[in-house]
């Protein structure tokens, strides 16, 4: 059982500095030992594998046609390997759509790292991940975000009627988020989006997972060291 408060914390995103603090959150990944990912091939995969023997970054998304997830999964195929090597972690993208567009969805952003899917959203709702979308004031929108609504849905239907299975990819209702885990049960971090534009800035989960340096998301995936 975990029960976790984020400290405020700043980002430099560019040339913007973010704030923010994130409420308290009761996560218990014993609830999910029992549960099963797939992966591109349709392999079952126990979920407790990802974080049994270090610790793992898991990214939930809304949907695989959800355009503010592709924007967002875009910037997380820029991390190197080679900086997740160094710091003995994993980073992991579960999707809820079926197995088969895992890898239309890698060929579209360029992902190359972990990737399964969980098609019962057995894991969400387990977790406790929202359903339905909640707005606030005060809320900051993701720095990883580049499209535009309008274009953004426009670029997501297209996406859905030329798939070679016509669906939504998931429920289109369900909200992600992030989880920090391993080795082991323990959890050190977890968020649960409240929208589609709710995610946590990379370079938050990086520095919280131990990852050293900062990755600037404006173009390429500079490394700047601080």
């Known amino acids: 059982m975990a029960e976790l408060k984020l400290p405020v914390t700043r980002q430099i995103e560019s040339g913007i500095i973010l704030e923010s603090e994130s409420p308290q959150v009761n996560v218990d990944l014993r609830d999910v030992d029992d549960c099963f990912i797939y992966d591109r091939h349709g392999t079952a995969i126990p979920f407790k594998s990802l974080y049994q023997e270090r610790k793992s970054i898991i990214i939930f998304v809304r949907n695989f046609l959800c355009y503010s997830c592709k924007d967002y999964v875009d910037d997380l195929s820029k991390i190197p390997k080679e900086v997740l090597e160094d710091a003995n972690v994993s980073l992991i993208v579960i999707g809820q759509s079926a197995h088969l567009h895992i890898q239309p969805f890698c060929s579209l952003t360029g992902y190359a790292h972990e990737i399964y899917v969980d098609p019962e959203r057995l894991i969400y709702h387990k977790l406790g991940m929202k359903r339905e979308e909640k707005f606030t004031v005060s809320a900051q929108p993701s720095p990883h975000v580049k499209s535009g609504i309008l274009m953004g849905q426009m670029r ?56 050293q340096g900062t990755l600037n998301f404006s173009n390429k995936p500079k490394v700047i060291h601080v």
């Open 156 to 211: 997501s239907i297209w996406r859905a009627m030329t798939s070679p299975v016509f669906d939504f990819q998931g429920d289109l209702h369900q909200q992600g988020g992030a989880i920090i885990a391993g080795p082991g049960s323990q959890v050190h971090f977890c968020h649960f989006d409240m929208n589609h534009l709710d995610h946590m800035p990379i370079n938050w989960l990086l520095e919280l997972a131990g990852v």
